[in-house]
């Protein structure tokens, strides 16, 4: 298959998933080598860093995921404000941190380390597609355990939960 074809099958399939997508995934759909995809992928993301794209490629994790380019942000945001982003409570964040360095965790943990009842932000942050259910613990009543989610890394800029900052 010609290098182009491979490249134009790429960003065709990025822009129709809309979200972040396995590289391992795109290689069998393409019936290629992870490392062949890999290396079309960083070429086109090299590509996207020019001024005048008003796209790029976000790699996270073993995932890739095509989306606006942040300089853009401002803007996109006006014309897409259809969808109201109401921004994270102290108390999300605070049940966002525990997850994120936790993880997995029940919600019983995250009520224990915070003091309080701390359901519906853990229902917000699920609703949100911040966290999701990562199995169940095997203990008695086999409670929810939860994780964070590629949506999570998107949405603070990280490529792997390896990229949070040090707990001080």
Do not use: H, W
Not at 8 to 28: K, N, Q, W, Y
Not at 79 to 93: D, Y
Not at 101 to 111: A, G, K, L
Not at 127 to 152: C, D, H, S, W
């Amino acid at each position: 298959m010609p290098e182009e074809t491979i490249s134009a099958l790429l960003e065709a399939v990025l822009f129709a998933c809309g979200e972040p997508i396995e590289i391992s995934r795109l290689a069998a759909g393409l019936n290629l080598e992870k490392a062949a995809v890999r290396e079309q992928l960083n070429a086109y993301a090299a590509r996207l860093q020019k001024n005048d794209r008003g796209l790029e490629l976000l790699f996270l994790g073993e995932s890739v995921q095509l989306c606006s380019k942040k300089s853009l942000e401002d803007r996109v945001a006006v014309v897409a404000a259809a969808r109201k982003n109401t921004p994270l409570s102290g108390a999300a964040m605070e049940v966002l941190a525990l997850i994120a360095y936790n993880q997995p965790v029940t919600r019983s943990f995250i009520e224990q380390v915070r003091g309080v009842e701390s359901s519906q932000v853990v229902n917000n942050l699920v609703e949100k597609e911040l966290v999701e259910e990562a199995g169940r613990l095997e203990a008695p009543g086999r409670p929810i355990l939860y994780r964070t989610t590629p949506n999570f890394l998107r949405c603070f800029g990280l490529s792997s939960l390896a990229d949070l900052p040090p707990v001080q």
